[in-house]
């Protein structure tokens, strides 16, 4: 029978909830979470992106403002932007818009954000956190393909997990994430498709999160009975949006499924709003 579809909207909207719950908490204590989100530039995706980010705050109570600045900056000067808000006791989150223009090192900035400051989790210190299953912030698109999982109630002990993708916002932080949850694991990457072994992985795995941005890299007929796919990938092509996996056979096979669009999409979103909730609670505890 066809898969159960995983609505990433109705799942976020669970998470929006509590959210909500907390910010009125905070509230009669005088606290409103606040977020700097800093753009380097002037990217038209980024700016978009920017603005939705600003439009899911606002609609929960949380503050969010825009630190653009221009794309010829020096190291220096965006070094010191960023540590002025880290010491802002106003500001609770601090996100660095990606693409940075080529002169400037993302890796180096992201490991300048506080780490208790760091809603987008991709401070070194807190993806050391995730090997041993302390994390209080981890990176939103691998948290919400957690949560994505974990809305079908499979008990991942020993379960054969496939991610296919190893970047460091999703695919890496996402196996560590379920490596603490004793999953078997198996992360393919560029190298595995070359060699001819991806089909092999995939075919075995009863969890399949796939995350390349490639469209319907995967075919529909690789993914195995009864499995959990996981499709964060976005690809537009010839004006509709689609997934990395193909589709429509693919739900004939899964046992849960994730649509694109309005499946990992609104649930990332959502995530980034209960990190600012752990970031706000974590700076509320020192």
Known sequence: MPATILSGKEIAATIKNRVTEHLHAFKEQGITPNIAAIQVGDNPSS?????????????????????QIPADVSTETLAALIQRLNENPAIQGIILQMPLPAHLDASLFQSMISPVKDIEGVNPENIGKIIYGKARLAPCTALAATRLIEETGIDPYGKEMVIVGHSEIVGKPLALLWLNKFATLSVCHIATSQSGH???????AEILVVAVGKA???????????????????NRVHG?????????TAKERASW?????????????????HNIIEATKWQMSL
């Open 216 to 234: 319907h890299l995967i075919p529909g007929s690789w993914i195995r009975e009864g499995a959990i796919v996981i499709d964060v990938g976005i």
């Open 240 to 248: 509709t949006i689609i997934g990395d996996v193909e589709y429509e």
């Open 47 to 67: 700016s978009i992106y920017l603005k939705a980010q600003r439009n899911h705050c606002l609609s929960v109570g949380i503050s969010h403002q825009l630190q």
């Open 198 to 204: 991806l089909q092999s992985h995939v075919e075995r």
């Open 257 to 273: 499924i994730t649509p694109v669009p309005g499946g990992v999409g609104p649930v990332t979103t959502a995530m980034l709003l």
